[in-house]
């Protein structure tokens, strides 16, 4: 069983950034896929960014891409997500969640353990 616990979210004005960190325990971290996803009101959770268990091959939704990321810290168990040039659109709650083995392609279903959240909030 693998727990996670998001940190980093916070208020924040649109053009600034923001680091969330998801630090996890329970499990060999190093054999876990992990990914961030987001989930704004009345929406539907969306992967955001992913990083494989192997390569560190990663993967940015379009919405991001240029903007975000996704980096991890095999040591501290440790998974990052950097986002820069933050918009309004970008507000929701950020999970992380984590998959043994996984791919980066994996979706949402594809996820075995997740984490509380960590709210974003961007002001215009």
């Known amino acids: 069983q693998v727990q996670l616990v998001e940190s980093g979210g916070g208020l924040v004005q649109a053009g600034g950034s923001l680091r969330l960190s998801c630090a996890a325990s329970?499990?060999?971290?190093?054999?876990?896929?992990l990914g961030w996803f987001r989930q704004a009101p009345g929406k539907e959770r969306d992967r955001v960014a992913a990083?494989?268990?192997?390569?560190?091959?990663?993967y940015y939704a379009d919405s991001v891409k240029g903007r975000a990321t996704i980096s991890r810290d095999n040591a501290k168990n440790t998974v990052y997500l950097q986002m820069n040039s933050l918009r309004p659109e970008d507000t929701a709650v950020y999970y992380c969640a984590a998959h043994l083995f996984g791919s980066t392609t994996a979706r949402r279903n594809g996820y075995d353990y997740w984490g509380q959240g960590t709210q974003v909030t961007v002001s215009s």
């Open positions: 329970g499990g060999t971290f190093s054999r876990y896929t």
């Open positions: 990083i494989s268990w192997s390569e560190g091959t990663t």
